[in-house]
């Protein structure tokens, strides 16, 4: 069930509560067991979803899944403020160092990875016209919800918070919330979920992630929000604390925020090999944007196979398209390197496209511009089919490519400048008409193209 929370304190979230009332069927109950001020009074329920209306501000509202009936996500309904225009935009709350707003210092509300993904393409959907969406860092309470939650926000001022078409965009995406699950799917264990580290407080590479991939991000710790997790670290126990102390308070928080996150990867921006040490050390494993990008639609199960059998994603390990839907049983297949390279240096697009199109998964070199195998292939294929695509962009170059059992030849005949200075044959423009395959006269001598071409034959064994 999806829980809604508005607060009268907040002008926007009571414009967006007014939108939901109107966008959606509610029947009116009373809840005699609280004050109206802490969401009793008249209570709004629809189909899988139960709205209630608070008179503190949000971020004050620690344990506020309590006075829901056992929800499954729950919803701030809230204005954003700031220098930022037309906007409407989501995240998720905590502290990473000390709580100015709502909640407790260096703790973190439990994320919504998947409906927080949903929201911002529902958001998208809505927005009205000049409306940016976005998504922003983790900041302010609060900090124990008791169930997984997020802001859904309209922004970044007054004439935005009163706007009737933007609160109804915010409106109708949170109610596109009812029966999404808080959390991806799991996956052979795993759950394709990140936690994010760096940037600024809007973050473009993580909404970029969000929007273009099929990965889900929770928590995020801008730059400004690390900074202010190892000023509380190091003042925690006052400013005599003791430097192990503030690494393992300042560790102890990272962790937090990858468990609140339900990740087990996360995403470090720039250049910070200390942090992904620190993050490595809790035991989550750090990936960059190619990783996110290279296994969408692959599923994770098979991600962890194929970096087993064939090498990380990070050290070249690229998917096929049968990747997305991978079979039980599968080859690993070395390929014959002298043959790739060549076939490589005739049309490398043309060797890419064939080992896209018909193989799961496959290694390469130079950052995964260039196909150098082991490929892996669904059982049921034999590895010949390789090696005849690959004897196929031979053919390009060379007059003749065939195979005699462990070994292919490939045979052309090439302008040999030695036999054309042998017979008299100045260097220029005739040289460029014989190797065309044209006939030039020399000395009253007409020089056929055959007559200066030599045979070259290359063996590549399989």
Known sequence: MLAIVVSRADEASVHIGEQLLDAADWTETVDDSRTDADGGGTVYRTDGAELREFEGQHLDLDGVADRFNDPSLLVFASKHAGETGQL??????GN???AEYGGESSQFARAAPNAHRAVLDALA???????????ECTHHGPTEVGAPSMFVEVGSAEPQWRDPAAAAAAARAI????????DAPAE???RRQLVGFGGGHYVPQFERIVRETDWAVGHIGA?????DLREWARLADGPSGQSRDVDERYEAVLGRAAAASGAEYALV?????????TVESLGYRV?????VRETTGVPLGFVESMESAVCPVDDGLRFGEGATDPPDAWDVVALPGELVSEATGIDSEAVRSWVERNTLAFGTEQRGTVVTGPVVLDDTVDRTAVVDALAGVLRARYDSVKRDGDELRAREQRFDPDLAETLGIPEGPKYGKLSAGQSVEVDGREIDPETVHSERIRRFTL
Do not use: I, K, N, Q
């Open 88 to 93: 409407l935009t989501a995240h998720h709350t």
């Open 96 to 98: 990473f160092g000390e």
């Open 125 to 135: 959907e809505h927005a009205p016209e000049g409306y940016d969406v976005g998504m």
């Open 175 to 182: 109610l596109d919330l009812r029966g999404v699950a808080p």
């Open 188 to 190: 052979s264990g795993h």
């Open 223 to 227: 730059d400004w929000c690390l900074s």
């Open 269 to 277: 921006t720039g250049d910070r090999p200390d942090l992904v040490e």
């Open 287 to 291: 990936v960059d944007e190619r990783f």
